[in-house]
């Protein structure tokens, strides 16, 4: 959905176009010739007899046939038949009157006839085959034979059609590009006073975050030429061809100056050279990425050429590409904050009708750590939501419920779930919001609904802060650890029985059990150490650890102690309040949804006589982790 303007490029049928008129062509010349009326075929006896009877009028004989037509009454037919030795023809044709000839053989020159059956399927064959390469290698961009021409578009301004007021948040980002906008509209500010702007600069950040489009808003904003091109289009079929196109696409830039070039998905070139992959690995890549990095040295940055480049894996880049004169500068595009996303938010819901109730600010404390492609991505589908339901403006609860199709995806309506399990999925919910209300340092409960998504979940308790927060202290995560285990801890205590149903919360808790070991220095064992480095930290985050196989063991232990003290702590928290975790999953069963001012409302609302359906057994099962 790049906005890139292309050379008008013909479509297919443009092609399919010009063959039929050819074909059309061909037949309109040819067929006059050919194309006279009907001819029967008939045996030579029932020629002779039609000589014989007078009908025969014109004859044309050739030295195999005899095309002739035959007058009955009004009637006129041409008729064939095969030529048969018969020395009386002519005289029989003569008496019966019948005009008749033989043709010469066709006159072909001997050179026409050559070129004909020689030279025209050759002809034929080249210009289809160079229409084939041309074909090809345009869907290569590139391609055998356009050898070292690179096919890096040429942006115009303004033809992006995006400027900065498309990208909303991102303020730092937004500054350091706007310093490079205005040193290409006035270089000479900059040059009287010595200042001397980066030649390269790399948006790091992770995917939908707005890099791309930054990018594309800066070209908008610049007013000079906009050179695009993504790394992987550098994956070329031949040897050679990614290194030929650097060059040319370089070539190109400085012809163009002052201009912009915007390498995207850089990482598909900038990978790090390591001596592991040195021998036949990946010697194409090498080879753009120096070829690249000659380029970068070679080219005089005063005269107006900024590089920018982006990429979700900074880490993975060759450090050659980072060093000064190169990338210099980095520019974090990182996933929005909470103004950041409500001014997201708004931006897309300029085009979309909105009821003047839709308060923005909820949605995005509801939405913490989405990017921008989600937020743009939950305002379209608040907005076919409304269409679904017939209305002609998009509501809060649109939004509210686009933010779980997003996040968790669709609701799946006609799942089948058997009425046990629903009472299941209910307590290991309520169990997470349980946990969570009776802890101090943790999230509000938004809102808790067991109706499956198309993820797969089958249920699910949502938190909201009211607040956004970038730091988090110990007791925050422990408390969060310990809301995790709670959906386990409360089926234990009312079924005795454990589900597959708590795999991703185990995988959240040890997550982040892990992290607090091995990260931020919150075990009592390692203190601050770190044991562990993230390897991609845009994409997922998981780590490797760093340490040594011994330390790696008591890691493990350390993260098993963390969760089994929140497994307890839950089981501890829940034990205390079984009237409540009961009366609470028959609620949420009955109503399937619930929202956090009910369920606060039913938490705070005086005893109701529990019901007696599972009493107190629930100890044995408590204890046993
Ligand atoms: P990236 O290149 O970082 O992966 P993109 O630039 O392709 O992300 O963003 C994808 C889409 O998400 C954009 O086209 C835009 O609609 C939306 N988007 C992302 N970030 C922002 C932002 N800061 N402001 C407005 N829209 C955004
Ligand atoms: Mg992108
Ligand atoms: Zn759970």
Redesign the pocket.
């Known amino acids: 959905m790049k906005p890139e303007v292309k050379p008008p490029k013909k479509p297919l049928i443009f092609y399919y176009v010009i063959v039929l008129a050819i074909v059309l062509l061909i037949n309109m010349l040819i067929v006059p010739y050919m194309g006279r009326d009907q001819t029967y075929e008939l045996s030579y006896s029932a020629f002779l007899d039609a000589l014989d009877k007078g009908y025969v009028k014109q004859a044309e004989l050739t030295d195999s046939s005899i095309t002739f037509v035959m007058e009955i009454g009004d009637s006129r037919v041409t008729c064939v038949t095969g030529r048969v030795e018969d020395p009386s023809l002519v005289t029989r044709m003569q008496q019966a009157g019948v005009e008749f000839k033989k043709n010469l053989p066709t006159q072909i020159s001997p050179i026409l006839e050559f070129l004909l059956t020689w030279i025209m399927p050759i002809v034929i064959f080249v210009v289809l085959g160079q229409f084939l390469m041309r074909q090809m290698s345009k869907n290569m961009g590139g391609g055998a034979m356009s050898f070292g021409k690179s096919n890096a578009k040429v942006y115009v301004a303004a033809q992006t059609g995006k400027t900065f007021a498309d990208v909303a948040g991102e303020d730092e980002a937004k500054a350091a590009l706007k310093e490079i906008v205005d040193f290409l509209h006035d270089p000479n500010k900059y040059k009287e006073i010595g200042a001397r702007l980066p030649k390269g600069a790399l948006l790091v950040g992770p995917?939908g975050t707005g890099?791309?489009l930054l990018a594309q808003a800066v070209a908008g904003e610049a007013g000079v030429p906009f050179f695009s091109i993504s790394g992987s289009e550098f994956v070329e079929m031949f040897v050679g061809m990614g290194a030929a196109r650097v060059r040319d696409l370089f070539k190109q830039a400085q012809e163009k100056a002052p201009c912009i070039v915007f390498i995207?998905?850089i990482d598909a070139i900038g990978k790090k050279r390591d001596a592991a992959n040195g021998l036949g690995g990946n010697d194409e890549r090498e080879q753009t990425l120096n070829q690249l990095l000659t380029e970068m040295d070679g080219f005089d940055g005063s005269k107006g050429v900024v590089i920018l480049a982006?990429t979700n894996r900074p880490e993975s880049l060759d450090n050659a590409l980072l060093r000064p004169g190169r990338f210099d500068r980095r520019v974090p595009v990182e996933l929005p904050d909470l103004a950041g996303r409500e001014a997201i938010l708004r931006v897309h819901a300029k085009d979309v009708k909105m009821s003047d109730e839709v308060n923005f600010r909820a949605i995005a404390l509801a939405t913490s750590g989405t990017s921008g492609a989600e937020l743009a991505n939950i305002i379209n589908e608040g907005a076919l939501l409304a269409v679904k339901e017939g209305r002609n403006r998009v509501e809060q609860r649109d939004l509210e419920e686009a933010i779980e199709t997003v996040l968790a995806g669709y609701q799946r309506k006609g799942a089948v779930i058997s009425p046990e399990e629903k009472k299941i999925v209910s307590y290991h919910e309520i169990g997470h919001a349980l946990v969570a209300a009776r802890q101090k340092a943790s999230a509000p409960v938004h809102k808790i609904t067991i109706i499956p998504r198309t993820s797969g979940a089958l249920g699910y308790t949502m938190q909201v802060d009211e607040d956004e927060h970038y730091l988090m202290t110990r007791e925050e995560l422990l408390n969060k650890i310990t809301t995790l285990t709670a959906g386990r801890a409360a089926e234990e205590l009312i079924f005795h029985q454990i589900t597959s149903g708590a795999a991703n919360d185990i995988e959240q808790a040890t997550k982040l059990a892990r992290t607090m070991v091995t990260r931020l220095g919150m075990s009592d064992d390692f203190g601050m150490t770190a044991l562990s480095v993230v390897n991609n930290m845009y994409l997922g985050g998981d780590t490797s650890l760093a340490c040594s196989e011994q330390t790696a063991a008591r890691i493990d232990e350390a993260v098993m102690g963390i969760i089994r003290d929140a497994h307890a702590k839950a089981t501890e928290i829940l034990r205390g309040d079984m009237d409540k975790l009961h009366e609470l999953a028959a609620f949420l069963l009955e109503r399937e949804t619930i929202t956090g001012e009910e369920f606060m409302a039913i938490l705070n609302s005086p005893a109701l006589p529990a019901p007696k359906e599972e009493p107190e057994d629930a100890s044995a099962a408590g204890d046993e982790e």
């Open positions: 995917p890099k791309t995207d998905e982006a």
